[in-house]
Structure formats: structure tokens, C-alpha cells
Nanobody
Framework: QVQIVESGGGLAQPGESLRLSCDVS????????MGWYRQAPGKRRELVAD???????HYSDSVKGRFSIWRDSVKNTLYLQMNSLQPRDTGLYYC????????WGEGTQVTVSS
């Protein structure tokens, strides 16, 4: 059974940066595409960045040029570097496979506010 633990969220001012981490248990990490999802207040969860098991990356238009996703297959950890944060980046951030076949973790809250 895959377990997911996200961390690294917090409060940031516009223009600041945060780095999220996602620890994934189990031996499947290197075999699947992974993604970071965001659920903004009152909105549906959306995929904002994903990385294939071959390390091909894709970003939603809302974060392209500001966020970077990468994976450490030794540590079984997925990362999301978020730069130039904006208030619209506020939300609960989750990681999961793509598609999101696993149970969701608790997520990590990111709040961008001045």
C-alpha cells in the first residue's frame, strides 16, 4: 500500500518562494508518473505539475515559468519548487500519481498573502 506524506507548506508573501516535498512509501515510485495537485478554496483539485517516470515534465499555464518539479528516486521523494508566489497560488497541495490512483495524503497548506 502506497502512503504519501506532503510537507513544506506555509505562509509566504507575494514574490517569495517555498519548496514542497512529498515522501512516497513503497517500491513503485520509480515506475509511475507523479504530480502535484492544488485545491484552492472553493475549487476543485487540479494538477499543476507532473513528471513522468522518464523525467519529462509538464506544468499548467498558471504556474509555468515559476514552479519546478523533480524527483529523487533514491529518496522516493517528489519536490515542487515554487518561486514568485502569488495569492492565487494559495491552496492545499497534494502529490499523487498521474492519474491519481492512490489514496490522498493530508496535503500541505500554502498561503500567499501580504
Amino acid at each position: 500500500q502506497v502512503q504519501i506524506v506532503e510537507s513544506g507548506g506555509g505562509l509566504a508573501q507575494p514574490g517569495e518562494s517555498l519548496r514542497l516535498s512529498c515522501d512516497v512509501s513503497g517500491n513503485i515510485f520509480t515506475l509511475v508518473d507523479m504530480g502535484w495537485y492544488r485545491q484552492a478554496p472553493g475549487k476543485r483539485r487540479e494538477l499543476v505539475a507532473d513528471i513522468s517516470f522518464k523525467n519529462n515534465v509538464h506544468y499548467s499555464d498558471s504556474v509555468k515559468g515559476r514552479f519546478s518539479i523533480w524527483r529523487d528516486s533514491v529518496k522516493n521523494t517528489l519536490y515542487l519548487q515554487m518561486n514568485s508566489l502569488q495569492p492565487r497560488d494559495t491552496g492545499l497541495y497534494y502529490c499523487n500519481g498521474v492519474p491519481s490512483d492512490w489514496s490522498w495524503g493530508e496535503g500541505t497548506q500554502v498561503t500567499v498573502s501580504s
